[in-house]
């Protein structure tokens, strides 16, 4: 009897150690400490014994990963997450998201289209295809899966921001700064007023530009999008040395360094 009540103490502080441990990494992520949550998903997906729970934490591991710009281990994470649930929808999320963002479209296209057959109605799958769609010129089918993402769910903001961002990209400038403005008279938020900005940058508005991206940072200091934006407001009217420290705040919050890389070449220029 003793033997027993000692392993179930043995099993509840184990738990107890193992649910801190899991606390602590999701507080890691939040605070954008990338290198702490790093090290705790490591440690727990290679505890972890329960295949679902394994998936998730692999998962979580390469997108810190993806933001410390350790592209290699964050490919090999997802993949060992995808080993451990073959139907895991945010792990082909995921999968789709870096291999479009590195440049392998057909691959992106491929792990999507596996993806919804998972999870038709994953948004961040049709979201992502659909900028692959808008970067090979295909805006019918952009717009059909922007579509498609607002038929199960109408107030995707994404969904509607990327509609308006065709607008923007087939040089409707005028109706893309309409949609935003809607858009924000319905819910001033961050990633609404860091999009009119840009729309503002290409209508060479610098004032309204930088008025409204230091609202979205405001709003939201630690959406790194916004000081990316800012930078190209910047870079635009020659602050190059404040663009280039505001890139690097970009940076610190989480965004791949490697995606600047055309940007950071200007300070480097700068420098010399």
Not at 49 to 75: C, D, M, P, V
Not at 81 to 104: C, R, W
Not at 160 to 189: C, F, H, M, V, W
Request: hydrophobic residues 35%.
């Amino acid at each position: 009897m003793k033997k027993h009540l000692l392993s179930l103490a043995l099993v509840s502080v184990s738990w107890y150690s193992y649910a801190q441990d899991a606390k602590k990494a999701e507080e890691c992520f939040k605070k954008a400490d990338y290198q702490c949550a790093e090290q705790q998903y490591s440690q727990l997906a290679e505890k972890e014994h329960i295949q679902k729970f394994q998936s998730e934490y692999y998962n979580n591991l390469g997108t810190a990963q993806r933001r410390l710009g350790k592209t290699t281990q964050a490919f090999k994470s997802y993949e060992y997450a995808l080993k451990a649930n073959p139907v895991s929808a945010p792990v082909y999320a995921n999968l789709a998201s870096l291999h479009s963002q590195k440049g392998s479209k057909e691959k992106a296209l491929q792990y999507i289209g596996q993806g919804l057959k998972v999870d038709p109605e994953n948004a961040d799958m049709y979201l992502t295809r659909s900028k692959i769609y808008d970067s090979q010129g295909k805006k019918d089918l952009a717009m059909k899966d922007l579509n498609q993402v607002l038929s199960f769910a109408p107030d995707n903001i994404y969904a509607r921001t990327g509609l308006a961002n065709l607008k923007k990209s087939n040089g409707d400038l005028e109706g893309a700064l309409k949609d935003y403005n809607q858009l924000i008279s319905e819910k001033p938020e961050s990633l609404l007023y860091n999009g009119r900005a840009d729309i503002y940058l290409k209508m060479k508005k610098s004032k309204e530009a930088l008025t409204d991206i230091n609202k979205a940072i405001a709003i939201d200091p630690k959406f790194a999008q916004s000081y990316v934006t800012k930078a190209m407001i910047l870079f635009d009217n020659a602050k190059t040395k404040e663009a280039c420290n505001t890139l690097d705040k970009a940076v610190s919050l989480g965004y791949e360094k490697a995606v600047l890389a055309d940007y950071y070449a200007k300070c480097a220029v700068k420098s010399k």
